[in-house]
C-alpha cells in the first residue's frame, strides 16, 4: 500500500483545523446575536410595561384633577352666592354699612394704622420722692409693672388707641424696665410717664378710680399719679411695621 507525503497530510490537518476554528467562531457569533436579540426583546417589553404603567399614573393623577377642579368650582359658586346676599343686605341697610365701617376704623385704631384723635384721659406716673429710711430705692420709682396696670385698665374700659410719652403703643409692642428709664418697641424713656388713651372720658377715669382699683394700688406703690380727663387727644399712626 503507497503511503502518502508526509507533507499532504499536514495540508490536510491545517484544513481541519481551519474549519473548526471557523465553526466555532460562527457558532459563538450565532449565540451573541440570539441572546443579543432576547436581550433586546425583554427590554422592549420592560419599556412597554414601564410607559405602560406612566401612562396609567397620569390617567389618574388627570381624573383626580378634574375631581378636585370640580369641587373647587362648586366652592366658588358658594362664594359667589354669599357675595350676592351681602350685596343684598348692603343694598337693603345703610345701617348695616356704616356698621361695618366703624368697626373698621374701631379696628384701624386699635392697630394704629390711622392717627389716634378724640376726648380721652391722660395718666401720668412719677416717681416719689425718695425716703432716705427707705431699704430699697426701688420701692419709690415707676417700673413696667404699673404701666402694665394702667394699660390693661384702659384697654378693659374701651381705649381705642394708647400712647406712652408720645410713642404710640401697637398690637404687639413690649414694655421693659431699665432701672430709671423704660423701653418701650427699642426707643427708652424717662419718668414722668404720661400715658395717653382716647376713649369715653368718663368711663376711663371712673375704671381708674374704682375703689381698690388701680389708682388705689399705685399709691400704696408710692407713685405719683394725676389723671386728667379734660382735654382733646392727637396721637400719630404707628410708624414702620406693625
Known sequence: MTKQPANKKRHSFKHQFAFLVVSIALGFLFAYAYNMAKTKDTTMTE??????????????????QQE??????????????KI?????DF????????DLVKQADDL??????IPGRGYGVTVTL????????????????VHESH?????????????????INGHRLKANSYIKCNGPVITIDDDQF?????IEAVGDPKVLSACLTLAGGVYDQLIDDNIIVTIDGSKQLVMPAVQGNS
Open 47 to 64: 419599556t412597554n410595561s414601564s410607559d405602560f404603567e406612566k401612562k396609567e399614573q397620569l390617567r389618574e393623577g388627570l381624573i383626580a
Open 68 to 81: 378636585r377642579n370640580k369641587e373647587l368650582e362648586e366652592e366658588k359658586l358658594l362664594l359667589q352666592q
Open 84 to 88: 350676592k346676599d351681602y350685596e343684598q
Open 91 to 98: 343694598s337693603g341697610s345703610k345701617e348695616g354699612y356704616k
Open 108 to 113: 384701624r385704631l386699635l392697630l394704629g394704622k
Open 126 to 141: 412719677q416717681d416719689a420722692e425718695y425716703d432716705p429710711k427707705s431699704v430699697n430705692p426701688n420701692d419709690y420709682i
Open 147 to 163: 404701666v402694665f396696670k394702667v394699660l390693661n385698665e384702659l384697654k378693659i374700659s374701651g381705649a381705642q388707641a394708647i400712647a
Open 190 to 194: 424717662p419718668a414722668p410717664f404720661v
